[in-house]
């Protein structure tokens, strides 16, 4: 019964446990501090006023750090994984070369919360094992590295396509060998070349980690949907719209200090 | 001493035939300079003898050794690892630079001497500012290729070739992408060059240069070579009707 089971999971989600890191609690703080005055001083004769407010805060705060853990090792995983598959889309064998376009595609053209569905239920499905809420976070993990590796894949190969012949010829007068060629002179040309594309796909990643509802995986948006139904109240769901786009803030700021870290040289 | 030698070389791309009957040989210290119209083959026979392109049939020495050997009429190249040994041999520059764009000037030049070489760190990067100093860059160690006019650029290329100690340099079209002033600057290090007895074969549009220069010219066309001897002859006097031809139409 597993359709059944996957309503009974949505009706039952358990609070995750609060001893996730102190770090995290204090950077999200400082992060939405400065929105929450604001956002306090609109609300104020709404409700009780700030109280009211940083109880919601408090009450999400554990979907937040979720949201964060499953956005950072989403990425930890998905850059380098992608990088693999990028290596496999260009190898000089046929059959990878198939293979990984064969993934690519698959993973592009079939939707993300399909895909969670698969890695969650899939096992149960197909091997029996039981579901457990510990393989949640595992399975939306591992749903969301596989579909941004695809995407990363991608970006990344346009990036090392970006770089010119005349560059790989001049490292091969000059008796690079391939892999010196890439690790010197190709990655670091590509890696600015990305740049742009992977901020994008980042941003994505930030707003798309809310899909994890999906598998009733208990982040940001699916605690702030709770909270609003049982209180009768949109809040939540502003507080964690607002959390989204300060999340993006920070990321668009971060990547925009890369670029400009990057942009020492013009190609 | 003959430092390259190429026996009957040829060279097809799909069905176009580009590379037809070419044997060169370049002595130490010889200027050889390559002329001739668009497409007769002077990139592909300089990609060849560099080892950008591979030779379908022929045969080349680099310094008395065979890096291609023809068997049963097709070429057969050395072991990889011989070849590493022969690419320490010579160095090319290109017509568009083809600098590291994420390296300043100073590692653009001592990159390959230290990483590909294994030479020692310090003598090299003691060379490579020695010579750039004397190419007019000693100010320009840090900068990034993007912050240099052509000319500068192709200056900064140029020592990066000749940081790897090569016995033969290749040049193509090596002011084919520079204004007419920056043009003379690279030819002033070309003519320096020269007059150092470092051995090399520049194909150049710069007839002038080339009669001035010049220990040899070689005129190709239609891939072959159909007319090569000292500068004086082959641009002044050119017996074949074809290389008057091209040489009236490029001073008119
Ligand atoms: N990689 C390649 N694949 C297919 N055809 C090629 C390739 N490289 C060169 N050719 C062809 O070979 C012919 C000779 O080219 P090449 O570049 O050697 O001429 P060139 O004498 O250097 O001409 P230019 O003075 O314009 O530089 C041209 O017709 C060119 O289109
Ligand atoms: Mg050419």
Known sequence: MPLYEFGDIMKNIKKPSKNKGIIAIAVMATLLVPSLMTACGVSAEASDGFGWFFNVIVQLSDGMLASLELFALTLLFSMPLGLLICFARRSRFKIV?????????????????????????????????PLSTEYRFYAAIIGFSLNYAAYFAEIYRAGIEAVP???????????????????????????????????????????????????AFVEMFTLAKQISASESNIMPLFVAGLFYYIFNLVVSFVMGQIEKKMNYYSA | MKLLEINNIKKTFD????????SISVEEGEVVSILGPSGSGKSTLLRCATMLETMDSGTMKYGGEYVVKDVDGKSVYASKREMKHFLHYFGLVFQNFNLFPHYTVLKNVIDAPIHTQKRDKAEVIERATHMLERMGLGDKLDYYPCQLSGGQQQRVAITRAL????????????????????????????????KRKMTMVIVTHEIEFARGVSDRVIFMDDGYIIEQGKPEDVIDNPENERVRAFLNKLSS
């Open chain 1, 97 to 129: 070369e198939l293979i990984a376009k064969f993934y690519i595609s698959i993973m592009r053209g079939t939707p993300l919360m399909l895909q969670l569905l698969v890695v969650y239920f899939g096992p149960y499905f197909v091997f029996k094992v």
């Open chain 1, 165 to 215: 012949g005349g560059q790989y010829e001049a490292a091969k007068v000059l008796g690079y060998t391939r892999r010196q060629t890439f690790m010197k002179i190709v990655f670091p040309q590509m890696v600015r070349h990305i740049l742009p594309p992977v901020t994008n796909e980042v941003i994505t990643l930030v707003k798309d980690t809310s899909l994890a509802f999906a598998i």
């Open chain 2, 15 to 22: 069905d176009l035939e580009v590379l037809k009957d070419i």
């Open chain 2, 163 to 194: 940081a790897m100690k090569p016995k033969i340099l290749f040049f193509d079209e090596p002011t084919s992408a520079l204004d007419p002033e920056l043009t003379g600057e690279i030819l002033k290090v070309l003519r320096a060059l020269a």
